[in-house]
């Protein structure tokens, strides 16, 4: 009887280890004596005792953080920058075998270009073309990482963290510039007011008739408030017609 617990439990504890199970979102690496000897999974996989050793590796997207960087603009503005990289192994075998780490070796990668690449960017490149810059670090990234079995699918900074002394020249830039096109269209305003004056004195001016009734016009107006005492003159053109001929 204690023969066959224990070889029940010898059973056991060879047999357990050499059966995995692996969900769909994951690859398994056969190594054999050390030796890579293909790609297994998802699914039941049965190894050899002893034998053969499985190496698990997540093909789903891995999201990365890119801590904050130290940037110098090619104009000489520090700042720092963070970004965020989304990857996924498409080559189980590569990334195991080619590269020891392959996520620290993607992340310190990572850092590295956003240093070099926003160092080529002036500060002004740097707020206004993001999408560029974005797409220049997942160009470099995704060529590099490619001898690991990495695809980099996309790479987008998030926050731009600029001096206090830079933000408060910003500010006031800004508000110059505010200032500036607020007096282009208050001036604009009075340019058009002006001609449109100039146009209808000349309106006025040609035609008598008209320069009459705009007169009119205006005193119906002022007297329409009947608090008002209005004294005004009249044009003696108005009395000509009453006015008897001297003999």
Do not use: C
């Amino acid at each position: 009887m204690p023969f066959l617990t224990f070889l029940a439990l010898f059973t056991v504890v060879i047999l357990v280890p050499t059966i995995r199970i692996l969900p769909e979102w994951e690859r398994g690496l056969v190594l054999r004596l050390g030796r890579s000897v293909g790609i297994r999974g998802p699914g039941l996989i049965i190894l050899i005792p002893f034998i053969e050793k499985l190496v698990k590796v997540d093909t789903r997207t891995v999201t990365m953080d890119v801590q904050p960087q130290d940037v110098i603009t090619r104009d000489n503005v520090s700042m720092k920058v963070n970004a965020v990289v989304y990857f996924r192994v498409y080559s189980p075998e590569e990334a195991i075998t080619k590269v020891e780490n392959f996520y620290f070796a993607t992340s310190q990668l990572a850092q590295t270009t956003l240093r070099s690449v926003m160092g080529q960017f002036s500060l002004d490149d740097v707020l206004a073309n993001r999408e560029k810059i974005n797409h220049t670090l997942k160009g470099i990234l995704d060529s590099a990482t490619e001898a690991w079995g990495v695809k980099v699918s996309m790479v987008e900074t998030k926050q731009i963290d600029l001096p206090k002394e830079m933000q408060r020249a910003m500010a006031m830039e800004a508000e110059a510039e505010r200032e500036r096109r607020a007096k282009i269209i208050s001036a604009e305003g009075e340019l058009q007011r002006a001609q449109k004056l100039a146009d209808a004195s000349n309106t006025l001016a040609s035609s008598p008739s008209a320069l009459q009734l705009a007169y009119l016009q205006t005193l119906n107006e002022i007297s329409s408030d009947k608090s008002n005492t209005i004294v005004f003159p009249l044009p003696l053109d108005l009395f000509k017609p009453f006015l008897k001929p001297n003999s």
